[in-house]
């Protein structure tokens, strides 16, 4: 009877916890460009690595499904991306992709397309053809919030927005095809411009912050993995496919004059034991626990920060990053 109980109540937590992890890559076997380059060695092994695990391997529209409620998870995902659309993509990742037959998305910066070291629309035809996945990663790759402080915050959009149609129309020309899913350029972005993507009629939008995916985070904001330099080895990898998603009861913080106060109840895990707050231009940084409730509080000086909650109820840690947009930083 105990092991039966147990079983179910396994059984539960897995379903309760099944989350989704969508991983990041930009080039291969390029050693020009350390920070962003993953070694195909490395891939094979992150292919193999969530295969010999059991994890599923989804396409994006699998995970367009899940997010609209029309595709039930049996068991955790991951999700094959690929920002920017250089060469080596064709050149290099190609083949382990088909080799493994594991779908991939490839989030385009359209206006690049046939540059040097980026792919040409004949390769791209080649990969629509067999079933690789494309996305909107803007035409001309701008830091869309950065640009606030010069033009305002409405020349902004309108900017994020012409650009956002532009690479629709030239995809669409070239290809036939509409592009449902946008990855905000540097992962940078504020909520008014997911507004506009859903005016615009795109599915789903993906970031740059780390993390695992929970049904609760909405289709706009969708963390993704970066899988490269240090972070490509397997030592990384199997930690990341480890970590659970955070859950919030609230948006957990507030930026006011370059002060940002954290302070939100924890609903995932149930019963945190510890938690850590996390940003990234001042590293840890002091926080107050109580019954699942944390707070905190620092200044900032950057125009961007990542801010990460973790937190352990002493079997795993969960946790989630949010990207903290200051007009006013440097
Ligand atoms: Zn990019």
Redesign the pocket.
């Known amino acids: 009877m105990k092991i039966i109980v147990l079983i179910c109540v396994t059984i539960i937590s897995v379903i309760v916890q099944a989350k989704v992890i969508v991983f990041l890559y ?1 080039r291969f076997d390029d050693a020009r460009y350390p920070s962003t380059n993953t070694w195909t060695t490395e891939l094979e092994n992150h292919i193999r690595l969530v295969k010999e695990l059991g994890f599923e391997i989804w396409t994006i529209r699998d995970l367009e499904e899940y997010v609209y409620g029309r595709k039930k998870m049996n068991k955790d995902a991951v999700v094959f991306t690929i ?2 659309g250089y060469r080596s993509i064709y050149d290099k990742a190609y083949k382990i992709f088909k080799k493994y037959n594991v779908p991939f998305c490839i ?1 385009l ?1 359209v206006g690049a397309v046939g540059y040097p070291d980026y792919l040409t629309w004949e390769m791209i035809y080649e990969m629509l053809k067999n079933g690789v996945e494309f996305g909107n ?2 035409f001309s ?1 701008p830091d869309f919030p950065s640009f606030i402080s010069k033009m305002g915050e409405e020349q902004m959009l309108e900017y994020f927005k012409s650009d956002l149609q532009r690479a629709q129309q030239v995809f669409k020309e070239k290809t036939g095809r509409t592009l449902n899913y946008y ?1 905000y ?2 992962g940078h972005y504020i909520p008014q411009m997911i507004d506009i993507l859903k005016e615009e009629g795109f599915k789903l939008a993906f970031t740059q912050n780390p993390g695992p995916y929970d049904l609760s985070y909405g289709a706009f904001e969708i963390p993704r993995e970066p899988l490269l330099e240090d972070w490509a080895t397997e030592k990384h990898l199997r930690y990341v496919l480890n970590r659970e998603p955070l859950v919030t009861e609230n948006s957990p913080f507030v930026l006011q004059n370059g002060i940002m106060t954290i302070k939100t109840k924890i609903l995932i895990p149930k019963e945190v034991r510890y938690a850590t707050l996390y940003v990234s231009e001042k590293g840890i940084i002091k926080s107050h626990l109580k019954d699942n409730e944390i707070f905190g509080e620092t200044k900032l000086t950057k125009m961007y920060n990542r801010l990460m909650i973790s937190a352990n109820d002493g079997r795993k840690e969960y946790l989630r990053y949010y990207l903290i947009f200051n007009a006013q930083g440097e």
């Open positions: 930009h920002d920017d989030f910066q990663h803007s790759h990855a350029p540097y």
